[in-house]
Structures are given as structure tokens and as C-alpha cells.
């Protein structure tokens, strides 16, 4: 069964760079997620999206900004890099708002930024 | 406030013994979703199991079920006999959608870091 893509798998930054992290969601999924992980801590929220309008916000930097296309692939982009950013980048994606079905995550970003 | 307290930090379990990852969970929604997800040191996220909060039976997939204790507010994962994969770092997780605001987010634990020895 198809899964959630994210691309790229890795990437290396240097400070004060930009960077662009993108999400294909499962097909007919509507919903995407973006969560953060940094080095031993749990994810965090920081954006969704439904049927490409931001549906909530978590603590996501204003550096960093994000949209869900008509193809419902999503893309974070993240400019200023700094140190701390440096982190696992999650996307999710579920299908329907109004049922509590099951995200399903992708394989994450790896974000190394130097 | 943490809505999703995991109170194990890590554990050591012995090959083929079940094992309880503790989760207690705090929502004043009637509608939320109950996830445990599994992190090896590779780093992907493994969905395991899900529990709506209007289930009536606890749920069950393979040799992980969810021990869901709704007014105690407590969802553990059981693990039946353990396997050395099963090492890994282990995710309590809930999902709230706001009834009004439509404010939709998954929330997770601090995790327990699963040892299974040999």
C-alpha cells in the first residue's frame, strides 16, 4: 500500500540558509500534518492543513511557512535556519476531519543544519 | 499543561515476557483518538495501535493490545511476548479535533524506551 512521502530524506543546511521540505500525502488522504523532533524529545506540532486551507497551528516558528497544494502534497519551508533547527521532520496525512482516524506518518526529514 | 503523561522513562524486559507501556491521558473533549506509535534508532514513526474514545472493546492488533481505561483516563499498550525488535522507543499519543474551532493536532507522551534482552 502506498505511504506517505517525504523528500528529501536528508539534507545538510548551514546556518542562516533556507530549506524546503515536501510531503506527499497517502492518495485520497486530505488532511496533512507537519510535526518536529528534536534529538531525544517527542514531536511536535507545528501546521496542518485540510483540503489545502491551514486547519491549526502548533508552535511553528515565523521563519517557517507552509501550504498544501491542489494535489494536496504539502511543502515546509523554512528560511533563517539556526542551529536549534536541526531536527526530524514529520509529515502525516489522514483522510476527513470529522472522524478520528488513524495518521499515518511518513518516513521523515532528516534537517542537519551546521 | 501535558495532556499525555508517559511516567517510564525506560524499561528492561526479558525476551518473551509481555510488557505494559503506561499512558494516562487528560481531555475534557468526548471525541478523541488514543495512538501508540513505535521509533526505532532508525527513526521512522510506526503506527501500532489506535483507540477511539467511543470504542466500546479495547483494541487489538496482533500481539499489541490496549488496555483502555476510559475513566481513569488510561490507555496502556501490552506487548505479549516481547521479541528483541520490539526494542525501540515507544510513543503514547491523542488526537483532539475542537468540535468548534476544527483545531486538529495529535499530541504525544515523552515516550518509554523499550530494552528487550536476550
Known amino acids: 500500500a502506498a505511504g506517505v512521502i517525504q523528500s528529501p530524506r536528508h539534507l545538510i543546511k548551514e546556518k542562516r540558509e533556507t530549506a524546503t521540505l515536501k510531503c506527499y500525502p497517502i492518495?485520497?488522504?486530505?488532511?496533512v500534518y507537519w510535526y518536529q523532533q528534536g534529538p531525544g524529545q517527542d514531536p511536535q506540532f507545528l501546521i496542518s492543513f485540510y483540503e489545502k486551507m491551514q486547519s491549526d497551528k502548533g508552535s511553528i516558528p515565523d521563519r517557517f511557512s507552509a501550504q498544501q497544494f491542489s494535489d494536496y502534497h504539502s511543502e515546509l519551508n523554512m528560511s533563517s535556519l539556526e542551529l536549534g533547527d536541526s531536527a526530524l521532520y514529520f509529515c502525516a496525512s489522514s483522510s476527513g476531519l470529522a472522524g478520528l482516524n488513524t495518521q499515518y506518518f511518513g518516513p521523515g526529514t532528516r534537517l542537519t543544519v551546521l | 499543561a501535558q495532556k499525555i503523561t508517559q511516567t517510564q522513562p525506560g524499561m528492561f524486559v526479558q525476551e518473551k515476557e509481555a510488557v505494559t507501556l503506561d499512558c494516562t491521558y487528560d481531555?475534557?473533549?468526548?471525541?478523541?483518538?488514543l495512538f501508540w506509535y513505535k521509533q526505532p534508532s532508525s527513526g521512522e514513526m510506526i503506527f501500532l495501535i489506535y483507540q477511539g474514545s467511543y470504542d466500546q472493546q479495547n483494541a487489538t492488533e496482533g500481539r499489541y493490545s490496549l488496555n483502555f481505561q476510559k475513566a481513569r483516563k488510561s490507555a496502556n499498550l501490552v506487548i505479549s511476548a516481547s521479541q528483541l525488535g520490539d526494542s525501540a522507543m515507544y510513543f503514547c499519543a491523542m488526537r483532539e479535533v475542537h468540535p468548534r474551532t476544527g483545531d486538529d493536532k495529535i499530541i504525544f507522551g515523552k515516550g518509554t524506551r523499550l530494552h528487550i534482552l536476550p
Open positions: 492518495p485520497r488522504h486530505d488532511t
Open positions: 481531555t475534557s473533549d468526548p471525541s478523541y483518538g
